[in-house]
C-alpha cells in the first residue's frame, strides 16, 4: 500500500519489506514470513554498498519484533547522519505502529524500542491508542489529547505529530460535542522555536466500512505531499532542518496542516470509491455454499468476504490521488478552545 | 518492475516474491534473500483458504531456483485447474528466466523445471538464447528462428510465444541483411489449429544504452495488454482456452501481434526518456573522489554510477505506458520470406 501510493504519485521508493504475506491481517489469517533484524540490515548494508541511499525521505511503517525495530532505527539514523550537512536534505516520517482500539498488537518490548528511536524522527503518525502509550496519556477529553501532543513533542524532540484518527465523539466535553456527527477528527502538529505545539485539526465524514491499509495509506500520502508543500512554501525551509516553519507561521498555513487537507481529501474520495465496489461485490456475491456451512464456517466465509470486498481500490482511483474532488478545512485549535481548567 | 507496470496500467495484482534483493543484480553486487520453494507454496496456500484466487492472468519470473520454478509451475496449473469449466477465464504468461548473451545464468536443474511446466503456460516470452535452450536449435538464422518458434509450439503445446530480443544483425543471411541498421527485432506466433504457427515480427529502433528489468516491463506490459487487445477482439474470442484467434486471423491482427506492437512503443518511450535523465545524471555526476581511488576501484565505482543512472524512470513516465507517442508496425513473416531451403 505505501509504496504503490508513493509511486503513483511520483517517487522512486526503495521498498524493504518488513513481512512477505499472503494477505492483511485483517483477514484474521494469512500466510508468510517476517523479516528478521539481520535481514533487515542487510538489505540496507546493500544499498549502501552501491551507493543506493541519496534518499529525500524515509517512511517507516511496521516492523515485526523489537529487533526488527531497531534494525529500522538504526537505518533512519544513518540516513539522518549523512544528510546532517545539508539540513532538510532528508526526512524520516516514522508510523510507530503497535496497536489499536486500547489494545497492543506487538510484543510488549516492542513498545521501547519505538520510544527510543523516535527521538530521531521529523515526524510520527500514531493513532489515538498509540498517541496514549507513547505519551503516558490517558486521552479522553479535548485537554488531554493536547496534554498528549504536547508531552510526545517534548519527550521526544519530535517536531510533527500527526495523531491520525481521534475518537472525539468519545468524549464527555461540550465542546467535543460541536463537532459535527459521523465525523472523524484528526489532529497535527509542528512546534514552534520553544517547542510549544501549533495544533491544528481537520473533521472529516466517517465511511462506516471498515478498511485495511488506511494507515499506511494516510502516512505515505503525507510523505509525498509534505514535501511538496515544503517545496512551494518559503524557500528557506526547505534547507531548514526538519522542514519546521518559523514561528509566524501560522498553524492552519503549515505545510502539515496543508498536506493533511489534501491527504484526506484523497482518501475520503477513494474510500467512497471504495465503499461503491464493495457495496456492489457483496451484492453480487454467490452465497449458496453457504447454506451448507456450519454457523461458525458461515460466519468466516462472510468475513472473508467482506474482506476482500472492502480491499482499497487503488490503481483505478488514482486521478483522486492526483487531483481530489473533495475540500476539507484545517482549523486552528487554539488554548482559549480548550476547556476551561486545561493546560 | 513487473508489479508496478501492471499496477499502473490498472491491474490489482498480488504479488509473491520469489527474491528480495537490494538492488537488482546489473549492478554485479546485492544483498537479500531468495524464498525457498516451502515459502512460495505456504504463501499461495494463504492465499488460497481465504479465497484469494480469483486471478484473470499469473505472470511468472525468475525464479531462484529449480524447486522454486516448480512451486510456481504448480500454482500455474492449479489456477488453470481451477478455471478448466471456464475456457479464457485465466491466463497464464510465463517468463523462462534462465540466462541471456549464450550463458546461463541459474543451475542447471532449473532448465529442466522449466521444461516440465511450460506445457501448462498459454504464453511465454524467452530471448533469444533461452529459446535456443527451450527447443534445442541453435539460432543463427531466419529459417532457424523459425524452426525454433514450430519446435517449442510442437514440444510444448504452448500457443504463444514472443522471442522478446533476436539479434538479427548476427545473422549472415541476406534476407537478415534488409533489417534497418541499430534496430532490435521482436518476433512472435499465435498457432493455428492445426499447431503450426502464425509469424510476425516487428522492428525497433535499438537504443544504445544497457537497462536492467526491460524483459520483466515487456512482459508485465504484455500481459496488461494483450487482456486488453482480447477483450476488444471478436466476443467469442475471451471464452475461448488459451485466447488462440480462429484460423482466418492474420498473422499481423493477431490480439498478440496488436499488443507487441504497444508494448514495444510504450517501451521506447520510456527508455528514450531513461537515455535523457541517465545522460544528464552522468554528466552531473561528483567524480572528484574517484582520482584517489585505484584503477580496479575506480572502475567499480563507475559501473555503480553508471548502474544507477541506468534504472529505468517509470513513475514519472507513467503517461507513456498508457498512451505511447510512437508507433510501431508487425510485419507477417511467412514461409516464402524465409530463405530458400528453410523449413
Known sequence: ?????????GCDVASLNTVHFSNHTGYRQFKGTRATAEQITDLYEGLCQSHLTDFDVMLSGYAPSAAAVEAVGAIGMDLQRKAEKKPGSFFWALDPVMGDQGRLYVNDDVVPAYKKIIHHADLILPNQFEAEVLSGVRIASLSTLAEAITVIHATYNVPHVIITSVDLAGFSESSAQKTPPNSLTIIGSTTCSDGTPRLFRV??????????????????????????AVFAADPQLQTTKSWVSPDDVKATDLPLAQTTVKVLASMHNVLEKTMEARNAELRAADT?????????????????????????????????????TVEFQAQEWKKEDLPSGSA
Request: proline share 3%.
Open 1 to 9: 500500500m505505501a509504496t504503490l501510493v508513493m509511486q503513483l504519485l
Open 203 to 228: 473533521d472529516v465524514p466517517a465511511l462506516d466500512c471498515y478498511f485495511s491499509g488506511t494507515g499506511d495509506m494516510f502516512a505515505a500520502l503525507t510523505v509525498a505531499r509534505l514535501r511538496e
Open 288 to 324: 449458496q455454499g453457504d447454506e451448507q456451512l456450519s454457523e461458525e464456517e458461515r460466519q468466516k466465509r462472510q468475513h472473508l468476504r467482506n474482506s476482500k470486498a472492502a480491499e482499497i481500490r487503488l490503481v483505478r482511483n488514482v486521478r483522486f490521488l492526483r487531483a481530489p
